[in-house]
Structure formats: structure tokens, C-alpha cells
């Protein structure tokens, strides 16, 4: 879902649709291995090892070259928060080493790998049974969103006073508030049964689910102005659409797609630093902009990939004695 502008740390240009079709398609991926590896111990070590080193090497070294260090005894707390990825919990964590522009999504992931097993023990390990969990989750992410916005949920994330948002502007209980992670776990649960009634959810005319992406995915923000709730599960719905179609084979195959895919989690947290840096201290713009940031933001994603994210996936098949080759 995307930032506030008029929140330093935030990012205004940030496109809804592209957050919620990687809620789904992690909850899809994250479903299947809980499922099939259900051991607690291989199940942790193959998320800790799938998300911190790649996590760890680009926010470590954007950190590094911002020398945006702790300062004081007081910031290392809040800074351990960031390397936990879990700086959405804390204002001040998020506004003041949040280097990357993304660590919210990973808050919201996190919480999500913590939950899965439990729901997939709980819905039954044969047949999870995700679209009947679908609805009480979506209850609780619209409830959530509700709740939010008449301001009642101002006390659940701290670090206000710290960050000076204290009293809170509506921007700031936007991202730290209604965008937490309840407002979004309805997008998971939908991946998820995307995955496991995959073959059930066959039946479906194309053509219907081209009609849903079509206003759903495309026009999320009118929707949501009708329900009167943002973030609503309105585009979820849309891009769940999208996905079926993407798992019948029904749209385009391109190789350069194909390897964006396998590259999708480094371009994710390189993306937004290297733009800033081409915007700011280079101060390119135009075409000049676009080629520099493509460039890279393409070779920054390569090298992470091939140097820090399958080595670390590898080990941490290997501590997990994992037999299957691991999905991307």
C-alpha cells in the first residue's frame, strides 16, 4: 500500500497494486513450503536465511555509504529494529534508519511467516482450508483500517514523541497506523488460498477474471473512496484475478520477465536508494535519469543475487535439510 507524502521517510509515489500482487504472491510460496515442510525448524531457517542476508548486505551498505550510524547509546535499540526488519512497529526506528524505503513491507512479512504455520495447523494439515479463513481475516483487516482512521488505534505503534508526530497528523496515522500489518494479513490468506484451491478456483472463466482485474487492480482508489476504508481488499481481489490468470499460462512469458522474477526480491530492496542517489546527489533527470537508474538498479540486483541471496538460500536449505529446490 502506498506511503504518505508530508511523512519524511515516506514515499508518495509508491504504486498500491505492486504491494499487494507481492503480499499474494509470498503468501502463495510461503503457503506451499509451511505445508510441505511443516517442521518448525526447517521452516524458520529456510525464511531467516530466504529474507536477512540479502536484507542485511543492502541495508548495511546504504547505511554505510549515508554514515547514517546510531549516534547515541539511545538509537541502538531502534537500529536493531531496522536489522530485524521490523521497524514499522516503532516510528522513530522507521523515520530514523529505515534507509532502504521498504522495511514496512517486511514488517508486514514477517508477521505473516509467524503466522502461517500456525494457520496451516489450524486449518488442517491435509487441505488448508484458506477461503474459510479468508473471511474472518478480512473482517479483521477492514475492522482494522475502520478503527484506524477514527483514531482510535493511536496508541499502537510508539516511537511519536521521539519522531516529533506528536499530536498526529493524519499522514502519519496513515502509514504507521492504518497501514500496519492487520490491514494487509487478508491479502495473505488470499495468496494462500490462491495456492491451495488452485485447482478448484480452475472453473473460473478467463473472462471473468479478466472483468475483475480490469477495475478492481486498475482503479483500487475509487473503490476504496465508495467504501469509505483505504487500504480496502478491493485491488487484493483484482490481483488475485491477475495471478490466476498468471498460473493458467494465459499472459505473455518473456524471458527478461522470467528473470526479473528470479531477481525480484534484490530489486526490491536496492530500488528506491539507488533512485534517490541518481534524483539527488547525481542529479540526472529525464532519460539520463531513467538509463542511470535502470543500470543500477540492474547490476546492484545481479550482484546481490548471485553473490548474497542463493548462497544464503543454499545454506539455508542445507541447516534445514531441505530436498526440494526452493520456489522463488
Known amino acids: 500500500m502506498p506511503a504518505v507524502a508530508g511523512v519524511r521517510g515516506a514515499d508518495p509515489g509508491r504504486l498500491p497494486s505492486i504491494d499487494t500482487l507481492r503480499a499474494i504472491a509470498v503468501a502463495g510460496v510461503v503457503a506451499f513450503h509451511a505445508a510441505a515442510h511443516h517442521a518448525p525448524r526447517t521452516y524458520v531457517l529456510h525464511r531467516l536465511f530466504r529474507i536477512y542476508p540479502a536484507y542485511w548486505t543492502a541495508l548495511l551498505a546504504v547505511t554505510a555509504l549515508r554514515h547514517n550510524w546510531p549516534t547515541t547509546g539511545e538509537d541502538w535499540p531502534f537500529f536493531a529494529l531496522d536489522l530485524a526488519a521490523l521497524s514499522h512497529l516503532n516510528a522513530h526506528a522507521l523515520l530514523r534508519f529505515d534507509v532502504l524505503g521498504i522495511s514496512w513491507t517486511l514488517t508486514v ?70 497501514n500496519q ?102 542529479g540526472l533527470e529525464g532519460i539520463a535519469s531513467f ?18 541471496e542463493e548462497p544464503g538460500i543454499r545454506l539455508g536449505r542445507r541447516l534445514g535439510g531441505a530436498r526440494v529446490s526452493p520456489r522463488p
Open 109 to 178: 512479512e514477517l508477521v505473516w511467516y509467524a503466522l502461517a504455520p500456525l494457520l496451516v495447523r489450524a486449518a488442517g494439515r491435509r487441505e488448508p482450508a484458506w477461503g474459510t479463513l479468508l473471511v474472518p481475516f478480512a473482517a479483521l483487516s477492514c475492522l482494522w483500517v475502520w478503527a484506524a482512521e477514527q483514531g482510535w488505534l493511536d496508541w499502537f505503534v510508539s516511537g511519536f514523541a521521539s519522531a516529533g508526530l506528536l499530536p498526529l497528523p493524519a499522514a502519519a496515522r496513515f502509514v504507521f497506523v492504518t
Open 291 to 308: 538509463a542511470a537508474a535502470l543500470a543500477g538498479i540492474v547490476a546492484a540486483s545481479w550482484a546481490l543475487h548471485r553473490l548474497v
Open 181 to 282: 500489518f492487520p490491514a494487509h494479513l487478508a491479502l495473505f490468506v488470499l495468496g494462500a488460498a490462491l495456492r491451495t484451491h488452485e485447482a478448484s478456483l480452475a472453473r473460473v472463466p478467463a473472462l471473468l477474471l479478466v472483468a475483475c482485474v480490469v477495475p478492481l487492480a486498475g482503479w483500487p482508489h475509487t473503490v476504496d473512496h465508495w467504501l469509505g476504508i483505504r487500504p480496502s481488499l478491493v485491488s487484493g481481489f483484482g490481483m488475485a484475478a491477475l495471478m490466476l490468470l498468471a498460473l493458467r499460462g494465459s499472459l505473455p512469458a518473456f524471458a527478461a520477465v522470467g528473470w526479473i522474477g528470479r531477481v525480484s526480491y534484490p530489486i526490491f530492496l536496492v530500488h528506491v536508494p539507488i533512485m534517490q542517489w541518481i534524483h539527488g546527489p547525481l
